[in-house]
């Protein structure tokens, strides 16, 4: 017997919200501490670029927890991906 469909919904959203709100410590903490030299720029120019590919699939399918989860992990990773290249810099 399949699983009713509220139960996959909660599912997926909880892995929405997971996978999303894990970037927010990282985020905070390379603004606080002024520094991403730990951070490696191939990896995240990468993970925004098949973010941004998520977001589009997200809408073409006409899914908002896709789209909405996508677009905002993918405002945090550039986030990061500015302040990387900004402190690099510095």
């Known amino acids: 017997m399949a699983p009713a469909l509220w139960i996959i919904n909660l599912i997926g959203s909880a ?3 997971c996978t999303t709100i894990a970037f927010v410590p990282q985020l905070a903490r390379v603004y ?3 520094t991403a030299r730990d951070i490696s720029l191939t990896m995240f120019t990468v993970f925004s670029l ?5 977001l589009l699939y997200g ?8 789209t909405l989860a996508n677009a905002v992990t993918l405002g945090l990773a550039l ?3 500015f302040l990387k290249l900004h402190y690099d810099r510095s």
């Open 59 to 66: 809408i073409f399918i006409r899914s908002l927890p896709v």
């Open 32 to 34: 606080r501490r002024k």
């Open 79 to 81: 986030a990061i991906l």
């Open 15 to 17: 892995a929405a919200v």
């Open 50 to 54: 098949g973010e941004l590919l998520w």
